[in-house]
């Protein structure tokens, strides 16, 4: 079997790094083109990267030469990790072009037919692609922080129906991007505030969350309040929920639904998909970031501390991986699923 | 002016080292006995305790010979630092015996005739210990993370109204006490659980914002939901607070009711009180640990990011220093008060 | 095949937890029996331990009961994490009882027959256990620091002599075991000493790099000096090493001794033995801990910035796995070593 | 009295801030001035600064408007914090216009005629600005790690003479600026290498430990190898060092040396200036960097561990500030001796 040939788009970037680390040797996919500003274009990755992944980088990825981000490079799938600030006209350029699109940088996520996708929650919305108008297509990837919020309410939206939800958030370093936070700002601190994710986080799962008629997606009424800090942890966000259900239920049922939720993915037994996409855990200490980030090669949300809320019905916290489950890795397995789907061909 | 001679009931542990470094000529009180475990009595303090106080310990002090945490110490009044498994009894027998007890423990918090005290937030309550039977008489402190909550919560409460608040704390280190947390568990990590914490936020507030008929508290009705987590710093904890209030007010007039706050604490000049207990600050970013945890003698409550709630009316963010305000600092300040009202005469 | 039933004894400490960690589907080797101290006995594992891996806990391992450390446990061969308080008297018990001892704890370390083994460095000096008058043999791992030193050192010791060398270590927390240091004392911090560690260091390599006569060691004369510090890195030992050797070589010679680098463990491929011991990286930024601990399983050792010096001749930088390499995984590679050469028919 | 009008060149930087933070109520100086880069120019200083100092920025420094670096400002006296990559012809340029210069960059600290000042070891080669061309006059800071240990070193020096030391550093985040090293390169780690760090340790010393004869300099023969690391620590950089010594002495002579030691700043009772520029402790575990960064207004060296070493003569460990006696301190303590010998008249 022939695999695909993918580019990277920001592959020195902290998100760029990441899909080199887990696109190395995949199944499916493989990298044959690697982007960055103009200034390390015609210079070998292994030179100019700043690497900060913690296992050595493979050497055929570091012999290779750096381009320029423009549609003229060898792949027909790109992920991008480029920088909000440019990401929005190059990507456009890419898909117009024929390239197929895997973003994780906000500026298209709001865009009418383009899915906010993440594959155990919204696989139908992919059906959105076939409204774009041009050759190539966009998937974004949701915000590092919605992406495990939303996939551990999915299961319980389903069930018993979400009216409200509270959610704070205390996020991991990663996030920033390289070089992202100045040690001198976070050592021995907290600082409790992130630009722009607030908004993102009571936004995006109404997205996500909705119904796909076919044509458009048809939004549900949801109260969302979001608080975002910056802790000082390197991978993992931490996000502590509360939430008010339609349907009264009890402790297990809640718990048996994260436990039995399975989707398309493990269906598909996609590479990169966990083989559970949820993990409770009955220990009141649980889930951390530095013991549980790992889990499932980084790919599952982990739930704990179930418990009655004197506020709202229940609170409970959460882990995910940010820079694998909400970030490279979601967006590989995205494009394994439209690769399953014959979205490729 | 002859100075009061005080005691500390366990001396080395991380709360007694802090009373130490505060009294450490102070205008009113003397240091003038030192108790810990048995197996330290007779030792010297300096060679006994594990210093982790960022100053030089006074040589004085370090002089002093430890004793057994026994009342037949050369002193009047007490401050307690003793762990929660020993200082119900101990504390016990001190009053009996005619020593004022300021306690930083939370065995007596919900003794009948015990103040909850913050000085500028509830002195009136230290009428309840003319009811108490012991010829010495305790006074306790709240918990770290309550002292700063209650602090920014009762002008809002006084002026509007407060029907309901939802909190999540980001916890210092010192909160555990020495050696408390293991550096295993909390390097590149957050905890998402403190023992017991959760409940003493959610019923401590009820206590201190009662009203006193001059005989017995009246609780108020407010609902309270908490969720707390230890996080990597060293001194400071941060909260996270939403709140519903009875009168719709503009965000001018919350900033107005914290910035015009003023106590008894502040008009009497006592030696430990901030000159103002509550400080906001415009900026995003602020409040931080590292940043503000030292303000006005580490002993205000600073507060950030007023803003509208999706949910609640408000959220905002406040720090206090855990270990001075929320401990020692706090302890040290009642007693000022209760010297200045002539309850050590 | 069947496996060789082992024990863990100190099984709760951060050594103990490692054992655990690397012996789970070991190829030659089952888990039988797990010890504490008395107060554990009887308690299932995973209700006991407070597991700081980054790994999840064995289900099967969590359902074992814990034993007292008492030589009536079912398994041949024994890893021993204990603590050193203890160790001494309870692995001499469970050697007269006919168990094999792999020891890393320091008790024993300077006993007449008792081999200081690096599999890699010293594999010869196995003879010694011969010697041994118990039933059970007992072999032990050098200190943390002291393995990743003499890997590097020996090669370069074999080929130009080493008359003098001068190191500064800066050593991870898991070295210190659980709870070990406090994070009071840590964050933010350098402890620039750490008990009983430059004595082990200056003495160690001694006996390690003797010569094995069929009869007893031959020590060599060496010059060393050592300096201990603890850093805020949760696993991986930073060394500093400058070195006067008897032979001048040119920069390349010492870098093709390490490249060039094999041993026993290799040619018998045995399981947890690192396919290349010693790797060298040119990058000026390298070794550092958290990119390089885990290289090669954490059981090879890296080194970097080998240049000239105004004092010694060279000066280069090694890192290495304290708890892998440095303890429980070389412990395991040491019996796997045994179990190949039949000493454990 | 009058104050003598100071700017601060490369005001927004972290020895910028810091030098803002020691001068607001100096009792000599009076800051005019701030100028930063020319996208600065014009905005108040408040508004632009990321201000990273434990303590809150004075309102009136934070209503100055930031000026270009430009030689046109309202002082008498510069202080440069300015990055090495420009602060060359900037200095250069202020000092042909007849501003006295007192620069923390390394540019000119080799110029024949400007003296590398530490105020405590080398105050005597404040001569050497007699033969500066300009109008204003250059003097320059050693490296911040270098200030630290020449100042532990010169008694020693001066009493039994020096003939070679060997020195490793693990040196604070502060050191490397602001935003300077990033989060995710040190959480969990150490970098052994600071990019021409050994360079400076290397040969500074040479010059600040020289005679001055009245007209040049002559450099003493001391052979010195240096290792340097940067950890995760905030403020404060440790030093071990290793020393042979010309006479052979004993360490009660050693610690005599440090402990009586004073010179013109103590004399002179200059503001800045420590009570005691060398504080020996005895505990094993000190010094470290956050017990005793701060000591003496973080404008003393602490030492600590001396003890005799298997290859040197001696070793013990050094910890000095470096962004106030290694920067920002050191260079206003230079000023307050320069203003007191009439240099500013």
């Given at each position: 079997m022939e695999k695909i040939k993918v580019g990277i788009l920001g592959s020195t970037g902290s998100v760029g790094q990441k899909f080199i680390q887990l696109l190395t040797s995949h199944p499916y996919f493989e990298i044959t083109a690697l982007t960055a500003s103009e200034k390390s274009a015609g210079i070998a990755y292994g030179e100019r990267v700043n690497w900060i992944q913690d296992t050595i980088l493979d050497k055929k990825i570091a012999n290779i030469k750096i381009q320029n981000s423009i549609p003229n490079i060898d792949c027909q799938v790109v992920f991008s990790g480029l920088d909000s600030s440019v990401a929005g006209e190059i990507e456009t350029d890419f898909a117009s072009m024929g390239y197929h699109v895997i973003s994780n940088s906000k500026n298209h996520r709001w865009d009418e037919n383009v899915p906010l996708l993440i594959p155990e929650v919204n696989h139908e919305h992919l059906g959105l692609i076939n409204h774009q108008q041009s050759l190539g297509k966009i998937v974004t990837n949701p915000n590092c922080s919605t992406i495990g919020l939303v996939m551990a309410l999915k299961p319980l939206n389903d069930r018993f129906g979400i009216s409200e939800f509270n959610v704070v958030t205390m996020q991991a370093l990663s996030g920033a991007g390289y070089p992202g936070v100045s040690s001198l700002k976070i050592i021995d601190n907290v600082i409790p505030f992130i630009d722009g994710e607030e908004e993102k986080i009571e936004k995006e799962p109404l997205k996500i969350l909705s119904k796909y008629d076919g044509n458009k997606l048809i939004f549900p009424h949801i109260n969302i309040s979001a608080q975002c800090n910056r802790v000082n942890v390197i991978d993992g966000h931490i996000e502590l929920i509360q939430i008010r259900l339609i349907d009264k239920v009890k402790e297990s049922e809640v718990i048996d639904a994260w436990d039995t939720f399975r989707s398309i993915p493990q269906e598909l037994r996609?590479?990169?998909?966990?083989?559970?996409?949820l993990y409770y855990f009955d220990s009141e200490e649980l889930p951390q970031p530095r013991i549980l980030r790992n889990i499932d090669k980084g790919m599952a949300v982990s739930i704990g501390r179930l418990r009655k809320c004197n506020i709202f019905d229940y609170k409970f916290v959460i882990l995910s991986h940010n820079t694998i489950r909400g970030a490279a890795g979601g967006a590989i397995l995205s494009a394994e699923l439209m690769y399953e789907k014959g979205l490729f061909n």
């Open positions: 996609l590479p990169m998909a966990p083989q559970k996409p």
